[in-house]
């Protein structure tokens, strides 16, 4: 084998693999990086084009330059057959990608139609994705949250205002447990420092089984919270009613004759009297038509 087929060989090899280099750039849209690429194969190719012309010019070649030029040849191969075999990779690369970005578009498009607020944690808790209802509800934007950890921000208070510390949240603890949290007891904090009452639930992601964040949904239930409190405070209400009443059941002894009532600790009293006692009813005396003529007959007509 000629060394001048040889390392002609390797200069087309090595042109060749700087142009597909530049191809490349489409494919992955990294121009920088594979037009550096692309020069430094071209710059190879231009220095052993200096050794191809001095074999044409007729200068005697080192005895070393043969397996000089065949280790030469074997890289530029080498060179182009990963330039070729690495596009295929770049493309399915792109793909995956596009349809990242397509899954994150259908995501995002469910999410702003619900009523409900939706954000995503990662495993440290950071704030992946946000909705336009959470973003309403807590006064904060998805840029202002994202990569920031949410239960420092929004969920660091227990109802009664006292602090929630981190390993207490139960939320945040999704992550941890991979089961499923459901309260209506749970209190977030706006941006303006104000808090509210929210009924959430939190749920693990999972990829190839293994938890790589959660989703939590919530949603403001302070008008519930205060019909709560206002049935509560009814239901106290008549149940103090209730326990003023006073009613008289069962049987009650009676004398025959002086119509006296004999009480639980076996007294006779007046009717009056005992009535009065055991219940809120209060008498007012008169007479009847017919006790009016017996005692009266002189106005009775």
């Known amino acids: 084998m000629r060394l001048e087929f040889v390392s002609g060989l ?4 090595q042109v060749t693999a700087a142009v597909f280099a530049l191809r490349l750039i489409r494919i992955s849209g990294r121009r920088v990086a594979w037009t550096l690429l692309s020069a430094a194969i071209f710059l190879m190719a231009i220095r052993r084009g200096f050794t191809l012309f001095r074999l044409f010019s007729g200068e005697t070649p080192d005895p070393l330059d043969f397996p000089y030029e065949i280790i030469g040849l074997v890289i530029s191969m ?5 330039l070729v075999l690495i596009g295929p990779i770049f493309a399915a690369i792109l793909r995956t990608e596009e349809n990242l970005r397509r899954s994150e578009k259908r995501l995002r498009d469910i999410a702003s139609s619900l009523g409900e607020g939706i954000y995503l ?3 440290q808790g950071q704030v992946t ?4 209802e959470a973003e309403r509800l807590l006064g904060w934007t998805e840029v202002e949250l994202i990569n920031k950890n949410i239960h420092d921000i929004v969920h660091n208070r227990k109802p009664d205002g006292t602090p929630l510390a981190l390993e207490d949240c139960m939320m945040r603890g999704v992550i ?17 420092g104000a ?21 939590s949904a919530f949603s403001d239930i302070s008008e519930t919270k ?11 209400q008549l149940e103090n009613a209730v326990a003023t009443i006073k009613t008289l059941h069962g049987i009650l002894p009676v004398c025959a004759s002086c119509k006296k009532i ?14 009065g006692e055991h219940t809120d009813a209060q008498f007012s005396h008169s007479v009847c038509p017919e006790c009016m003529k017996n005692l009266f007959p002189r106005y009775s007509g």
């Open 262 to 275: 004999r009480d639980e600790k076996g007294d006779w009293k007046e009717i009056e009297s005992y009535i």
């Open 10 to 13: 390797s200069v087309l090899l």
């Open 226 to 236: 205060r019909m709560e409190q206002k049935q509560k405070k009814l239901i106290l």
């Open 78 to 82: 080498f060179m182009l057959s990963g």
């Open 195 to 215: 808090t509210f009452p929210v009924a959430v639930i939190s749920a693990p992601m999972l990829e190839d089984g293994k938890i790589i964040g959660s989703i």
């Open 129 to 132: 994705f946000m909705n336009p």
């Open 121 to 123: 944690m990662n495993e």
């Open 176 to 192: 941890k447990t991979g089961v499923t949290y459901f309260s209506r007891d749970e209190m977030f904090i706006r941006k303006n």
